[in-house]
């Protein structure tokens, strides 16, 4: 037998090498051990990790989308009306209106 959780943290018990004790008692040894408990912690932190990045990673890119177009309108000339910048991944348009009047 074999703890997929203790596998997945890395950790060092009978049940990552493999048990081959087939008895009950041996399963709720080990959910109750120190390493197995550790295991569990260590993967419910790695998953919120996780979560905390993607939505770290989502938040920077709305921010670089907004500071994107402020340097795109930045660089138009003065007298030219933009009436919208369309972003995607590969590439940034705007919709020029009219031209302003000097």
Excluded: W
């Amino acid at each position: 037998m074999f703890c997929d959780i203790c596998k997945r943290a890395n950790m060092s018990n009978g049940f990552v090498r493999g048990c081959k004790n087939m008895q009950k008692s041996a399963l709720t040894d080990h959910k109750s051990s120190h390493s197995h408990l550790e295991a569990l912690r260590v993967l419910n932190q790695s998953v919120a990790m996780i979560k905390h990045v993607e939505k770290s990673q989502v938040a920077c890119n709305e921010a670089l989308k907004t500071q994107l177009k402020i340097c795109l309108l930045c660089m138009m000339p003065p007298r030219l009306c933009i009436k919208s910048v369309h972003m995607s991944p590969l590439l940034i348009t705007y919709t020029r209106t009219t031209r302003i009047p000097p």
